[in-house]
C-alpha cells in the first residue's frame, strides 16, 4: 500500500515512523562512533606502541573524511536518489568498521578509519533529506526531534560503550559492534525506504569539489592541531588553514558565479536559513566546544573510569530526552524562535554551576546542572535545524541539510580546538595543575609527587577546568543575538511547483 504523509496530521503517521526508525539506526551508528572510538586512544597507544599524537589520527582521518565527503551529498542524492546513495553509504561504512577491526597496525587503522568517515558523512544530511521529504514541511518539528536522538546518545552513550566493550572484550569489538548493526540498517533501509524518483540531474560542479572538499578539509586539519601545537602560530595550524580557507573563498567566488554549483549559496536569500546558520554556528562552537569538558572534568580532577564518567552523563540525556520531542510538537505550531530562547536560557543555568567547579563540588549538584542542560540542548539543536529546512521547497532540502551539516560540523570542530587550546594554556599557567594533569594522564608516577602537591594540583586543575568552562558560557549567551531572529510563530512552507511534491513513503 502507498501511501502520502498528511502535511496536516498532527502526529507522525506510521509510513514516517518506519523511516525515522531506519534512519535513526544509521545515524546513531555513525554518530556513536566517533565518541566510542575516543576512549580507545590509550588502548591504541598501548596496542600498537604508538605516540598519542599519532593514535589521534584515528579520529582526526575519520572526521576529515566527513568533511570531504558531505559537500558531494547534496548533489549525489539529486543526481542519484537518496535510497541509493544512503545504501551505499551504509555499505561503505560497514566495509570500513570491519576493515578497522582487522588492522594489524596504525597505519592500516588510520587508512580503514578514512574509508568509514566516507560512508559516515553522508548518513546524517541523507537521513535528513529522507525524512524531511517523508514528513512534509509541517511536521518537520517532530521529524528533527526523532532525528535529535542519535546526536544526543553520541556523546553521551559512545563512552559507555567503548569503555564497556574494551573492558569486556577487547579493542576490535568497538568496530566490530557496527557490522551486525548495519546489516541491519541496510537491509531495512533495502525493504521501508521509498523508491527513488529519477529526475533530470544538473551537472557535476568538478572545480566546487576541487575547491570545497579539499578546503574544508585543509582547514579543519589545521584547527585540529591546535591543541597538539599549544599555539594558533604554529606553522602546521596556520599552514594548511590559511590554504584551506583560501580554497573555501575561492568556492565561495566560483559558487556567486555558477548557475548550479555544488552548494547552493543562493539558499542565504532564504531569510529562516539564513538567521538558522547563524546561530547553529555560535552554538556548535559554544556547545561542541564545551562537550568536551564534561567527561574530561570527571576522568582527570574526580578520577572515574571511562565508564563512570559515561554514567555521570547520562543526566544530560534524560534531560535532553525530556524536552526534545515537546520541543518537535511546539516548532511546528508555534515556530522554533521562543523555543530556542528558552533553550539557551537553560543550557546558561546549567553551565553557570560548571563555572563554580571545585575539585570536590557536590554530584548532586554537578549532574542537576547537567539535566538543566540537557534539556536546553533539547529544545535548541533540532529547532534551528527545523528554522533552515521547514521553508524550504523539496528540491531544496537536500543541499539545505548537507549545508547544515557542513556548518555544525565545521563550527564543532572549531569549537572543540577552542575549549581544548584555552584549558590548556591555563593548565600551563599553574605548575601544580600541570604536573596533577601529567599524573593522571600516567605520564608522572603519583609516587613520586608530594601528597600536598597532589592536592593542590587537583585544586588548581578543577579552577581550568572552572575558567573553561565561563568562557563557553559567554560563547553560549552570545547565541541570544541571532536567536532573537529565529521565527517565532509557525513558519509556512513555500510554495512548490508540481515537480517538488514529497515523494511518497511505501508501506510494506
Known amino acids: ?51 598519542y599524537a599519532t593514535v589521534a589520527w584515528t579520529m582526526t582521518a575519520y572526521t576529515l573524511a566527513l568533511a570531504t565527503v558531505i559537500p558531494v551529498t547534496g548533489w549525489a542524492a539529486d543526481r542519484f536518489g537518496t535510497k541509493r546513495l544512503y545504501l551505499t553509504s551504509i555499505a561503505l561504512f560497514v566495509a570500513g568498521s570491519a576493515l578497522c577491526s582487522a ?13 568509514q568517515g566516507l560512508g559516515g558523512g553522508m548518513l546524517m544530511p541523507l537521513g535528513m533529506t529522507i525524512m524531511t521529504r517523508a514528513a512534509g514541511p509541517d511536521r518537520i518539528g517532530r521529524v528533527m526531534a526523532v532525528l535529535g536522538v542519535p546526536m544526543l546518545l553520541g556523546p553521551i552513550g559512545g563512552p559507555i560503550l567503548g569503555g564497556w566493550l574494551i573492558e569486556t572484550a577487547s579493542w576490535h569489538w568497538i568496530f566490530l559492534i557496527n557490522v551486525p548493526i548495519g546489516a541491519v540498517a541496510f537491509l531495512a533501509s533495502l525493504r521501508i525506504l521509498p523508491k527513488d524518483q529519477p529526475r533530470p540531474s544538473e551537472s557535476f560542479d568538478f572545480l566546487g569539489m576541487l575547491l570545497l572538499s579539499p578546503g574544508l578539509a585543509l582547514f579543519l586539519y589545521g584547527v585540529s592541531s591546535i591543541p597538539g601545537a599549544g599555539t594558533v602560530a604554529a606553522a602546521k595550524v596556520l599552514i594548511p588553514a590559511l590554504i584551506g580557507l583560501a580554497l573555501v573563498v575561492g568556492f565561495v567566488a566560483h559558487a556567486l558565479r555558477k548557475d548550479h554549483p555544488l ?35 570527571f576522568l582527570q580532577v574526580r578520577g572515574q573510569s571511562t565508564l563512570n564518567a559515561g554514567l555521570l552523563l547520562a543526566p544530560q540525556g534524560l534531560g535532553a530526552m525530556l524536552t526534545m520531542p515537546v520541543a518537535g510538537r511546539l516548532t511546528d505550531k508555534i515556530g522554533p524562535g521562543k523555543l530556542v530562547l528558552g533553550g539557551i536560557v537553560l543550557i546558561a543555568a546549567g553551565m553557570g554551576a560548571f563555572t563554580q567547579v571545585t575539585a570536590d563540588s557536590s554530584y548532586v549538584l554537578l549532574l542537576g546542572s547537567l539535566f538543566v542542560l540537557g534539556m536546553g540542548m533539547g529544545m535548541t539543536m533540532m529547532p534551528i535545524m527545523s528554522a533552515a529546512l521547514a521553508s524550504l521547497v523539496d528540491h531544496q532540502i537536500a543541499r539545505g541539510s548537507t549545508m547544515m551539516n557542513i556548518v555544525q560540523q565545521t563550527a564543532g570542530s572549531i569549537g572543540t580546538a577552542v575549549m581544548s587550546v584555552i584549558l590548556t594554556n591555563q593548565v600551563q599557567h599553574s605548575p601544580a595543575a600541570t604536573v596533577y594533569s601529567a599524573v593522571t594522564q600516567g605520564l608522572v608516577p603519583v609516587k613520586q609527587v608530594a601528597p600536598s602537591l597532589l592536592a593542590q594540583g587537583r585544586s588548581a586543575l578543577a579552577g581550568a577546568f572552572g575558567h573553561t568552562y565561563l568562557i563557553a558560557l559567554i560563547l553560549i549567551a552570545l547565541c541570544i543575538v541571532p536567536a532573537l531572529f529565529l521565527p517565532r510563530r509557525r513558519i ?11 515523494v511518497p513513503v511505501s508501506i510494506h
Open 492 to 502: 509556512e512552507k513555500a510554495e512548490q511547483q508540481p515537480e517538488d511534491v514529497a
Open 103 to 115: 588492522a594489524w597496525d596504525i597505519g592500516p587503522l588510520i587508512a580503514f578509519r578514512t574509508l
Open 263 to 297: 552548494l547552493d549559496l543562493g539558499l542565504f536569500a532564504n531569510r529562516n536559513l539564513a538567521v538558522a546558520v547563524i546561530t547553529m554556528t555560535l552554538f556548535s562552537v559554544a556547545f561542541m566546544g564545551s562537550m568536551l569538558l564534561f567527561p574530561s572534568y
Open 1 to 51: 500500500m502507498t501511501t502520502t504523509p498528511d502535511a496536516t496530521a498532527d502526529k507522525l503517521d506510521r509510513g514516517v515512523l518506519k523511516v525515522a526508525g531506519v534512519v535513526v539506526l544509521g545515524a546513531i551508528m555513525a554518530i556513536l562512533d566517533v565518541t566510542v572510538v575516543s576512549v580507545a586512544l590509550p588502548t591504541f597507544q598501548r596496542e600498537f606502541h604508538a605516540s
